[in-house]
């Protein structure tokens, strides 16, 4: 089985929420989720499995970065035979028209990593989106919810630290908000056949300099974690 997820065949859910922390991924499955077990906890990248309103579902924390990302995704799909995936986490706000505690919906994933070239080839530049069922079933559900919501581009970098990069352009381009995973992930739904979609709270801003304390990401992003669930049922066969 798995190399990196120490979970028995059966232990998870067909659906995974998927956030980078692990810590958050226990958060989300104790707070949300009724009877989580904890099915893994190898390198305490911990993942539970539980039921939300008698809907099975799984929350597996995947790391930061797409590499990291890649590993439990790959594992997931491949040992597993999960369907769904939600990447739920924070990131850094860049458009104005983006305000702390937004939450986003990734359309499409823009990204500064080697992955698509290294999975392509040179000269190709493929696109990756998020699945249209999915995003359009949590875009509604966020107005039913009355939560603020914004759709579009999110920007994967392959660097947290990035002093080269020309935020500006990019926001000029219509790319809302950074994170590190959303490209790899929406790459590999691709691959493998299955369905994804990143749901995002605005946890700081690159133009602003309004952020929220690391305590804050772990426990605040309730209508991130409630919208994810909710689209996640209503979306299961």
């Known amino acids: 089985m798995s190399t990196h997820i120490g979970a028995k065949p059966g232990e998870i859910a067909d659906t995974v929420l998927m956030p980078g922390d692990p810590l958050r991924a226990k958060f989300i499955a104790e707070t949300y989720l009724d009877n989580p077990v904890r099915y893994s906890e190898v390198r305490n990248m911990f993942g539970y499995t539980g039921t939300y309103k008698g809907h099975r ?9 797409i590499p990291s990302l890649a590993i439990y995704t790959t594992e ?23 305000k702390i505690r937004d939450v986003i919906l990734g359309q499409s994933g823009t990204t500064d990593s ?24 949590a875009y509604h559900t966020a107005q039913e919810m009355g939560i603020n919501t914004k759709v579009g581009n999110i920007f994967a970098a392959d660097r947290f630290y990035n002093d ?24 590999l739904a691709a691959k493998h056949h299955i369905r994804a979609l ?28 409630r919208l994810s669930l909710e689209t996640a049922i209503k979306n299961m066969s």
């Open 76 to 98: 997931l799909i491949k040992e597993y035979g999960v369907k769904t995936i939600y990447r739920v986490g924070s990131c850094g706000g860049m458009s104005p028209d983006v």
């Open 164 to 187: 080269e990069l020309d935020i500006h352009k990019l926001i000029d381009y219509g790319v809302l908000a950074t994170e590190m995973e959303t490209s790899g992930l929406y790459l």
């Open 114 to 137: 080697s992955i698509i070239q290294n999975t392509f080839g040179p000269g190709m530049y493929y696109s990756p989106i998020a699945d249209f069922g999915l995003l359009d079933s």
């Open 198 to 225: 990143t749901i995002l709270t605005v946890s700081d801003h690159l133009l602003t300099g309004e952020a929220l304390s690391a305590k804050e990401r772990e426990t605040s992003f309730d209508e991130m974690a």
């Open 57 to 65: 579902i799984s929350v597996q924390g995947s790391g930061m970065g």
